[in-house]
């Protein structure tokens, strides 16, 4: 205390004698300006606090006293002089008038510094550094539990301050939060509050951690601004905890988007990340995400799979290419795994015939899109096969409709995003109806048939009912949206090009026919998926038999035509999350097909020996969970989803 009231009375003391400097300046004196007051402990023997503040006090009145007679002397009437005109009555009295009113302002900004608070440690006040040094049997409620059936009930909560303010010197509102909860607590005089503990509370910054104590009560009239509507406190103690600066980067309200015109921007938030966080959405987000893995673990766990750690320093790049961040390792080079699939392959090879992995992973690649971060977490599977790679797709769906189904459940979570960023709900299973309509295939169960689909779409059964396609028939479907979209590109112009020249154009439009072997680019997977959603209904899907130029080396041909691979993707609301197929298991034709994709194999030679010691056939797939949480409550940008994100522009913080 006794600092700072130093430290208060030092700063009045410069802040004066600063305003007399710039007095002096604009008079033009000639006299040099008074001398800044240092607030320092003085070299003799050590006095008295109250003599010391005395000291101060006066020192204090003394300044405002010379500032006040500065102000008096440059509103004082000029001296007449030879060919001047002399001033009117009614100018002089408005100057007589201006100089009573300042000196009026200057004696009361004397009289209301010298009012100090007077904080009461039992009652209100800033509270003693929380170090572990005691321990009380204060018991704490959540501010969710604060019901009408607590009434008159005394009560402490820790929570955040929202709103502070005072309507008068006599009442003091606040409105309290933590997490997801709001309630609004009242300081009164007329309750027995002093007007220190309401001047006090009324100057606490938003954000600040505060300790309160105070009786529930239940207004007459419901507090629509608070969660907890039919009630609120009466306060009885009020405590700072942990102080915030009174100047914030933004204000939460805006950040949750409760302010109209109002719009804080991506980098601002990802800054500081841990006042954006605040929010109602984004405390909705980090919730989600955390049940994805942990219906992901849930699930596979039932289903006899063993989790693993593999390691993230690997002396090759785990998926080929110049994609991966290179990093010295005592004597020579390492890499930041790309992912585990080389590991978790040479896992099952050690007989842990179900295994899965949740972990970060590492992409160099300077891609600054809306899905594309530089560390994200994968979800990786690998499992055993005994005849098919549909064993793994099995596995696949059952595991997603496990996690969709699960986050359905959370509607206040969702709720909450969806209410700052509008989106409808995801769809993933399809409808019977549907299923009867377009005459999709059943594998297996109830009503088992072939395809009679125009596009051989089929499900499992009818209790997963996942949408499957080649990768074939969906080049087939997505080339006669590109026809339409051609059409009527084309009806706009006024000449009509051909050839070669009407290639390009089409190429440069992004409208050109795929072939059954080329790659899908971003915004055909987007067309594609707004297909599906509006034939079949729903927002996750599933393609196989990928062209096997673009999968890794370690992917099995398909038998049936060397040109596609036993490989498959996985689609969310026409965006790619999950890759995966059966693998290569022989070491001789993994050597073969590395060759024929000139893959350095010499860095690899690890991996290949796995397979000479009697290797189990065996697939899996691998998921980016930001980009599920993304895709799932439909938000527009993968960084939403990052706690601190790592792209190629940030590293920090």
Not at 353 to 375: I, K, Q, W, Y
Request: aromatic share 8%.
């Amino acid at each position: 205390l006794k600092l700072q009231f130093l430290y208060f009375i030092g700063i009045k003391a410069m802040d004066v004698t600063l305003k007399m400097n710039s007095t002096s300046v604009n008079e033009g004196a000639s006299a040099p300006a008074p001398a800044a007051v240092a607030v320092t402990a003085p070299a003799a023997a050590p006095v008295s606090l109250e003599a010391e503040i005395e000291q101060l006090k006066k020192l204090l009145a003394a300044k405002e006293t010379e500032l006040v007679a500065s102000k008096a002397k440059k509103t004082e009437a000029p001296k007449e002089e030879e060919g001047e005109k002399k001033l009117s009555k009614k100018d002089l009295k408005k100057l007589e008038k201006q100089k009573a009113k300042d000196a009026k302002k200057a004696a009361s900004g004397a009289q209301q510094q010298e009012v100090q608070i007077k904080f009461d440690p039992n009652v209100f006040g800033p509270m003693p550094l929380i170090n572990s040094s005691v321990q009380t049997p204060t018991k704490f409620t959540n501010i969710e539990d604060i019901t009408p059936e607590l009434k008159g009930q005394e009560v402490t909560i820790r929570a955040r301050v929202s709103v502070s303010r005072k309507a008068s010197s006599k009442l003091l509102f606040l409105v309290l939060r933590k997490n997801f909860s709001t309630i609004q607590a009242v300081a009164a005089e007329a309750a027995g509050c002093s007007r220190d503990m309401i001047k006090w509370g009324g100057s606490l910054a938003t954000e600040s951690i505060v300790e309160l104590t105070g009786t529930v009560d239940c207004p007459s009239e419901p507090v629509n601004g608070c969660s907890q509507k039919l009630t609120e406190l009466k306060i009885t103690k009020l405590f700072l905890v942990s102080g915030s600066e009174p100047v914030l980067p933004f204000q939460v309200a805006d950040a949750a988007g409760l302010t109209a015109d109002i719009n804080v921007d991506d980098d601002t938030r990802i800054k500081t990340r841990w006042l954006d966080m605040r929010t109602p959405a984004n405390q909705s987000i980090w919730r989600l995400k955390s049940k994805v893995c942990q219906y992901f673990r849930e699930y596979l766990t039932s289903c006899n799979f063993c989790e693993i750690q593999t390691p993230k320093i690997i002396p090759a790049a785990s998926e080929g290419g110049a994609s991966v961040f290179k990093l010295g390792y005592f004597d020579k080079n390492a890499f930041l795994a790309q992912s585990p699939q080389l590991y978790k392959q040479m896992v099952l090879q050690g007989d842990l015939n179900r295994v899965f992995e949740v972990g970060p992973m590492f992409r160099a690649e300077d891609s600054n899109t809306h899905r594309h971060l530089c560390e994200f977490v994968g979800l990786d599977v690998e499992l055993e096969i005994k005849e098919h790679y549909y064993e793994v797709l099995d596995v696949a769906e059952g595991l997603f409709t496990y996690i969709f189904d699960h986050l359905a459940q959370h509607k206040e979570l969702i709720g909450n995003v969806q209410e700052q960023w509008k989106q409808s709900d995801f769809v993933h299973k399809m409808t019977k109806a549907t299923i009867e309509k377009h005459g999709l295939g059943i594998l297996e169960g109830e009503g088992a048939k072939a395809s009679t689909d125009e596009y051989g779409g089929f499900i499992r059964n009818l209790g997963v009912s996942t949408l499957r396609m080649s990768y074939p028939n969906a080049v087939r479907l997505l080339n006669e949206q590109l026809k339409r979209e051609e059409d009527a590109f084309l009806a706009k112009l006024d000449s009509k090009p051909s050839g070669e020249e009407l290639e390009a154009l089409l190429k440069k439009e992004g409208l050109a026919q795929m072939s059954e072997v080329d790659d899908l680019s971003t915004p055909n997977e987007k067309r594609l998926g707004a297909l599906v959603k509006t034939r079949y209904g729903v927002d996750f899907f599933i393609l196989d038999m990928f062209p096997a130029s673009v999968r890794p080396f370690y992917t099995m041909p398909y038998p049936k035509d060397s040109r596609f691979s036993n490989s498959y993707d996985m689609f969310m609301r026409g965006e790619e999350i999950s890759s995966g197929a059966q693998r290569i298991h022989v070491a001789e034709l993994l050597e073969q097909r590395g060759k024929e994709l000139e893959v350095e194999m010499e860095p690899l030679k690890d991996y290949i020996n796995s397979f000479r010691l009697g290797a189990w056939p065996h697939g899996g797939f691998g998921v980016g969970l930001e980009r599920v949480v993304m895709l799932y409550l439909g938000l527009k940008n993968i960084r939403q989803c990052s706690l601190f994100t790592r792209c190629p522009r940030r590293n920090t913080p």
